[in-house]
Nanobody, 115 residues
Framework: VQVVESGGGLVQSGGSLRVSCAAS????????MSWYRQAPGKERELVAS????????TYADFVKGRFTMSRDNAKNTVYLQMNSLKPEDTAVYYC?????????WGQGTRVTVSS
């Protein structure tokens, strides 16, 4: 039972990147799925989340209008499309899957936005 993030990298300010979170050992559509990020020297913060079976999407104010979270149930994967990236978006991005029995974290994928 795990989630594995991928797709991070280096991008220029104003650019775009899509990070992925592949779930294995469980069905992601039955979990609340979230993206968090942690910048150097800062606490981990919630970026976006989608509830079980994709009923509700929520975004942090600092990414509204720029980031889009989505699910592909056939691939058991969730995505975070990040547009208009800013240097302050530089962080390690973590995927989280949660239900009443489990709380699963990935190892993170690093996103660096250069100015």
């Amino acid at each position: 039972v795990q989630v594995v993030e991928s797709g991070g990298g280096l991008v220029q300010s104003g650019g775009s990147l899509r990070v992925s979170c592949a779930a294995s050992g469980f069905t992601a559509s039955g979990y609340d799925m979230s993206w968090y990020r942690q910048a150097p020297g800062k606490e981990r913060e919630l970026v976006a989340s989608i509830t079980t079976f994709g009923s509700t999407l929520t975004y942090a104010d600092f990414v509204k209008g720029r980031f889009t979270m989505s699910r592909d149930n056939a691939k058991n994967t969730v995505y975070l499309q990040m547009n208009s990236l800013k240097p302050e978006d530089t962080a390690v991005y973590y995927c989280n899957a949660r239900n009443i029995w489990r709380n699963i974290w990935g190892q993170g994928t690093r996103v660096t936005v250069s100015s």
